[in-house]
């Protein structure tokens, strides 16, 4: 009915924001204090006239305005600048490195959402229980720590005292597997620290919306209705509270996104996983500035993105949200 | 004339404010024990320097390094050689005022925007309304860590970066708190004796959304401190600077994880994660103040 | 055989501080195409007794004595899945529409659905045309089954409400304050569907408002409840005609009358007890005008003043009305 107008409305908005964030993306790094140029070129002893030649090759003489376009340009054309560290395509580079952040991340997104959802609708089950109430600390206590000290935590706990897994990386680099099979193996044993760690930092607040979400739901009116129709409790809860209730679950997702882009950058640095939040550190490290760029502006597209399809999603979900 | 009496009215309603509310906090555990905890670090910033001698913190080559707690030195040591306990409480100082400083600039950004948002409405909303969504939709430590990286690790710069990203959220809750205050009796009259919308917003709709920064003060604050900690720990912190996060940068870049030196990497962790839980405790029970629904009850 | 007996009905309600003794002593007969009004300030306990029949308190409540009879079956100790079946299937009940009576999310069809199929062993596609025929009969076009209930005004909600509690066609329907949100044109717009759909159906409908006006134009009897206790009941004309008991007396009196004098409606000084700490003696006595010495300390026993005409009073001792 009212979807396409929805829909429209939000990708123009979604659109609009991107647009914002490129022209920001742009204008940061130009802003930075400094001679660009100096920083382009590492080599304090090169002379004046390289020097005016870089410029020229780089375009820095031009306007800003003028540099504006040609950045726009290149970006239509999907290039994103080339890394001064790694002398490669800023787009290649980081392309490589989706593959590992999406595993990791999706991975503990997925379980952490389950798990909360279960546990915030037990909790709310069987609310004022001192179950409930250790259920809820902890969830607190979790949320408030800083998202790389709980990966510190998780490493020295599991893989310095207790020899259970490998202190980081996604598979040991050059050791000769005997089959694929046994390569896919270690690199699940790999994953797994850093995907539990990343799971317990993000599942103390989804207990925390599904249980209040759930009360809030049980004491509307439209429950009682349910129960004097003779609903069975399995419906009650499956049919009406939780459809209910799922909702800020949903939009909490959403609003979601940025930290975990944040906290991915956290646990691949701790964890030395070989994703996009390592090439972040790495590149924060070396101030490799056109990958911080490439990626600065990668990131936050996909975050946009997300955040749109979590609109739809909540739309279709909610009725009630008018255009 | 009339702004004495309007100057007295505003007090009035300031005191009045706060006692109601001070006494319904009273009753709320929670609350206490997060000022408790707030207070004992503020004590531990304050006396800092007072409590422990300076020179233990200086590089002797005398003292063991990376060494576990013993006799002198109940934390145990960093790679320096320098005392933790020492290092914890002189890094109580900075942790803390980074956080302070960097919340009351993204409180007072917020809250401008948020009123004047709110209460002129049509273009000006819709234009700062848009500004405010892009900087929530932006993942704030990506943002944070390229401005520190142009802009250089200095203390004033983390404040100023951790302030300007943070904003967003407050600005759209004291934005649609003002929308309901505007359509209030009171407000309506002061416009009806050609009272100026500056002094509306002052005197009228900031009095009374004023609770509501309180508690959403408290709740960045949280943040600042854990984005400071964060934003030192991946090296973009001044490193001249003794803090809590510095002192998880050095330990971790000092390998001090595979070297199992949990003295050097707890003592500091906790603590931001007390404070943090100080300043969320009060958020809580400031929650339950200003929305009496949500305070206990029986059935 | 009366389709509806309940006899000494008494619910409480578990606080902290102790028992909310929210319905006392409640006695009520309803026969079949019969409706009877059930009427009293905000909580006189009305909606506990209601909600009792059925079982559908809250955690906290104690039902501590009471039968109820259905047809001559008594389900006083029925367990939770006895009680499913008869929910719904033998007593239905009309909650009052307002914004939450319906789920948001689901679509209005697809409630009633649910309702039929639970007690039921019909198809899906008999369950949707049935729903759009009961739709027919509250005057809802049957096209708008799939829409949802914000998408509705609140008279035609309450209409959805009323279709769904007709659909497993109850013996029972109790109607718990159906129009109080509605504005008035609306009202006797649904106080008409319900009327005629009870004639129809020969139902029992068991109505709870406080106003009277309402009862007058609807119930043929009329149950009077104050603290938790039913004051007095009996034929609507007789009651609103020959009020017995102080407190009838006083809330008729609250009622503006539209015609005769312009006289300034009268309303009943100080506020219904707490029913934590009930008063002794008769509950009404602090709030009477006409209390004696002895209504203070002893409860007033029944009056029946005329087949089928009750009170609840000291004052009407030895006084037996022909």
């Known amino acids: 009915m009212n979807m396409r107008g929805y829909l429209g409305r939000k990708f123009v908005q979604a659109l609009i924001t991107i647009f914002i964030v490129i022209c920001m993306n742009f204008f940061l790094f130009r802003i930075m204090p400094g001679d660009p140029i100096r920083v382009l070129i590492r080599n304090p002893k090169i002379s004046g006239e390289a020097l005016e030649r870089v410029r020229e090759q780089f375009g820095l003489n031009e306007s800003l305005l003028h540099q504006f376009f040609i950045y726009l340009k290149d970006l239509f054309s999907a290039n994103l600048g080339t890394s001064f560290n790694y002398r490669q395509p800023v787009l290649d580079i980081v392309v490589e490195r989706i593959p590992a952040t999406v595993m990791l991340v999706g991975t503990a997104t997925i379980l952490s959402i389950l798990i909360g959802v279960v546990l915030g609708v037990i909790f709310a089950w069987k609310r004022g229980t001192r179950l409930d109430v250790i259920g809820l600390s902890v969830s607190l206590i979790l949320y408030s720590m800083p998202t790389f000290w709980v990966a510190i935590i998780m490493v020295m706990l599991f893989a310095v005292y207790w020899q259970i897994f490998p202190l980081g990386g996604m598979g040991m680099p050059g050791v000769q597997y005997a089959s694929a099979w046994a390569e896919m193996i270690s690199q699940l044993r790999h994953m797994i620290l850093p995907t539990v760690t990343f799971a317990l930092i993000l599942v103390g607040e989804y207990v925390l919306i599904m249980r209040s979400s759930l009360l809030e739901v049980m004491r509307e009116d439209y429950m009682l209705t349910a129960r004097a129709k003779g609903v069975s409790s399995t419906n009650l809860l499956r049919r009406h509270a939780l459809p209910n209730a799922m909702l800020p679950v949903v939009t909490l997702i959403a609003i979601n996104l940025g930290f975990i882009v944040g906290g991915a950058i956290q646990i691949e640095t701790v964890f030395s996983w070989p994703g996009l939040g390592r090439l972040m550190y790495t590149a924060l490290t070396n101030r490799d500035y056109p990958v911080l760029q490439g990626l600065f502006l990668l990131v936050t597209i996909a975050v946009v993105g997300a955040n749109f399809c979590a609109d739809i999603i909540y739309r279709y979900l909610d009725p009630r949200v008018k255009s | ?299 | 055989m009366k389709l509806l007996e309940v006899d000494n009905l008494t619910t409480y309600y578990k606080l902290k501080e102790g028992y909310v003794r929210a319905c006392e002593n409640i006695s009520l007969q309803l026969d079949r195409g019969e409706a009877v009004g059930l009427v009293g300030e905000s909580a006189s306990g009305k909606t506990t007794a209601a909600l009792s029949l059925v079982k559908l308190l809250p955690e906290n409540a104690i039902i501590k004595a009471g039968r109820i009879m259905i047809d001559g079956h008594d389900i006083s100790g029925a367990g939770e899945e006895e009680l499913r079946k008869i929910r719904w299937k033998e007593i239905s009940i009309i909650f009052q529409g307002a914004m939450n009576a319906l789920n948001p999310v689901r679509r209005v069809g697809e409630q009633i659905v649910e309702a039929l199929k639970i007690h039921e062993k019909i198809s899906d596609k008999e369950a949707i045309r049935r729903t759009a025929e009961l739709f027919d009969q509250v005057e809802i076009d049957p096209d708008r089954v799939r829409e949802y209930p914000h998408e509705f005004s609140g008279g035609m909600r309450q209409r959805v409400m009323i279709a769904m509690a007709i659909a497993c066609n109850p013996k029972i329907v109790i109607g718990d304050e159906p129009t109080t949100a509605l504005d008035v044109m609306v009202q006797a717009q649904v106080l008409q569907l319900l009327e005629n759909l009870r004639r129809e159906r020969q139902m029992g409908l068991i109505l709870i408002t406080h106003d009277l006006s309402v009862v007058g134009e609807t119930c043929d009897r009329v149950a009077v409840m104050y603290a938790g206790q039913i004051v007095e009941d009996g034929p609507t004309e007789k009651v609103f005609s020959d009020p017995a008991h102080p407190y009838t007396r006083a809330l008729i009196a609250a009622f503006p009358n539209i015609e005769g004098e312009r006289n300034l409606a009268s309303s009943i000084p100080g506020n219904p007890p707490n029913l934590l700490y009930p008063p002794g003696g008769c509950r009404f006595h602090q709030r009477c005008s006409e209390a004696k010495a002895g209504c203070r300390d002893i409860e007033p026993a029944i009056t029946e003043l005329a087949p089928g005409h009750r009170a609840c009073c000291h004052l009407l001792q030895g006084r037996v009305k022909v």
């Not at chain 2, 400083?101 to 819709?126: E, K, N, P, Q």
């Not at chain 2, 943040?223 to 002192?247: N, R």
């Open chain 2, 1 to 299: 004339m009339n702004s004495a009496l309007v100057k007295q009215e505003t007090v009035t309603l300031w005191k009045k404010n706060f006692s109601s509310f001070w006494s319904i906090f009273r009753e709320n555990t929670m609350g206490l024990i997060g000022l408790i905890i707030l207070a004992i670090f503020a004590l531990m910033a304050i006396l800092g320097p007072y409590l422990v001698d300076i020179s233990i913190l200086t590089v002797d080559g005398v003292t063991q390094v990376m060494h576990p707690p013993t006799a002198g030195y109940v934390l145990g040591t960093d790679d320096l050689g320098k005392d933790i306990l020492a290092s914890v409480i002189i890094g109580s100082r900075v942790s803390l005022l980074v956080g302070l400083a960097a919340t009351v600039i993204s409180m007072v950004i917020g809250t401008l925007v948020g009123i004047v948002s709110g209460f002129y409405g049509r273009a000006v909303d819709t234009i700062l309304m848009r500004i405010t969504d892009v900087f929530l939709v932006i993942p704030w430590l990506p943002l944070m860590l390229v401005m520190a990286a142009l802009l250089g690790p200095s203390l004033g710069n983390i404040i100023f970066v951790i302030g300007i990203t943070s904003w967003a959220g407050t600005a759209r809750i004291i934005r649609s708190q003002t929308l309901s205050i505007k359509e209030r009796p009171y407000v309506e009259r002061a416009r009806a004796i050609g009272s100026g919308d500056g002094h509306i917003m002052l005197h009228h709709i900031l009095p009374n959304v004023f609770p509501l920064i309180f508690a959403n003060t408290v709740l960045v604050a949280a943040v600042a401190i854990l984005s400071e900690t964060t934003l030192s720990f991946l090296g973009m912190g001044d490193p001249t600077q003794v803090t809590w996060g510095m002192m998880l940068h050095f330990a971790f870049s000092m390998g001090a994880v595979s070297f199992g030196a949990w003295w050097w990497l707890l003592p500091p962790g906790i603590c931001v994660v007390l404070v943090v839980l100080g300043f969320t405790f009060i958020g809580y029970a400031l929650d339950e103040v200003l929305n009496p629904k949500l305070r206990r009850r029986d059935q």
